[in-house]
């Protein structure tokens, strides 16, 4: 660093560009995604993302986005909506947080981004503080499983981590039920938030 250093002519800081406030967004975006990926995919729970320019974007800490879930399993594509489509209603119910709804969510998501990054994009197009991103999966022969995280875009951090397995011939109709169950207190600012969870096939 510090080689092949030209001096610039008089007067030219003066003309050098202001990034405009889309592309301060953009930066402030990337980052925190960036933050999240290594936190989401290292599986860490409850780590802190010490980026203060994240909270430029003001965020809503009563509203909650569900994000489209990515499901990994062939013939379980009409799964993914329906299990969005309990989970936003049931978490709506219990009156801890209004849902953004799901025509809304697909439509701020972003699915050419990296998921972390998606997320992130997703609370500031909807202004929603909380973010469900969750991913199902093949457990053996007969069972699926459910990975899904909460993540607190407003304050930077992963508030909790969840696993649930379920029988492939149930999961449409109890996954979205029992993650809803799962997600309810950390939401409600219960004790035992922050920590991983799991629920076995019924």
Known sequence: MGQGRVNAPAGAADRAPTPSTADQRRRTAWIVAALLVLTVVGGTVGAMLFVRAANRTRLDPGLLAVAPL?????????AGPAIVQTLTRRLGESGTVRPVPPAATLEAWDDRAAPAEAAVRLAQRTG????????????????VRLVARLLDVGN???????EIRALRTTA?????????????PDLGGQEG??????????
């Open 172 to 184: 449409p109709a109890n996954l979205g039920d029992s993650l809803a169950h799962l997600i309810g």
């Open 70 to 78: 990515a499901v990994g399993i062939a013939g379980f594509d009409s």
């Open 128 to 143: 929603a503080a909380w973010v469900v991103l969750a991913q199902l999966w093949a457990q053996g022969s007969d069972s």
């Open 193 to 202: 938030g922050g920590r991983g969870r799991s629920s076995r096939p019924r």
């Open 156 to 162: 930077n951090q992963v508030r909790s981590l969840y």
